[in-house]
């Protein structure tokens, strides 16, 4: 009885070691600053800070990886996150993207965070500093809805 559960740990305990060979890959393409969001964009530097520090680790190639990103299974989850995130929207390759696409992405923008769905919790849980205050939700959504109307304006010309 004892015996059986010190193996069950024991199996426990190389599955865990076993499973941190499998890493993440960090690896990104080189960054053209051209193409970044904030060197289309400018936005002002409160909001260019805010974007970065709430956006930028899931939604670009400047992904700042906390130290328990190296740890799986946390580091998959953490990875996929950064994987779909990218592929729906990165900032970094912003100008490749078409004035149509920019003014959907700078509108969902707005809504998500209005409503305070982007940054998701989980991350916000793990990262004091992505806590938007009240008052600078209202800056940073207002500013995406303005973008968004400014592409919008210039797609029906
Ligand atoms: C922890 C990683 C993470 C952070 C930080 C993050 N996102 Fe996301 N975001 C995702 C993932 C994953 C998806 C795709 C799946 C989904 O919609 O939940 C996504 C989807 C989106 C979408 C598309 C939503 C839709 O329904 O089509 C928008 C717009 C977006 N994010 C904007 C932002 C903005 C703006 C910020 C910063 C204020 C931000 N995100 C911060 C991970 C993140």
Known sequence: MKKGWVKK???????????QFIGINKQVPT???AMDFMAV???QAHIQKLIKNTCYDCHSYETQYPSYSNIAPISWVIGNHIKEGRKYLNFSIWDSYSDEIKRD????SYKQTGARLMPPY???????EAKIPN??????Y??????STYYDKQLTK
């Not at 008052?135 to 940073?140: A, F, H, V």
């Not at 207002?142 to 973008?147: D, G, I, L, S, V």
Request: aromatic fraction near 10%; charged fraction near 20%.
């Open 9 to 19: 740990v024991g199996i426990i305990i190389i599955i865990l070691i076993v499973m």
């Open 31 to 33: 960054i053209e600053p």
């Open 41 to 43: 964009e400018t936005p």
């Open 105 to 108: 992405i700078l509108y969902k």
């Open 122 to 128: 989980t991350y916000v849980m793990m990262h004091q």
């Open 135 to 140: 008052n600078e939700l209202k800056k940073l």
């Open 142 to 147: 207002t500013w995406f809805k303005e973008r």
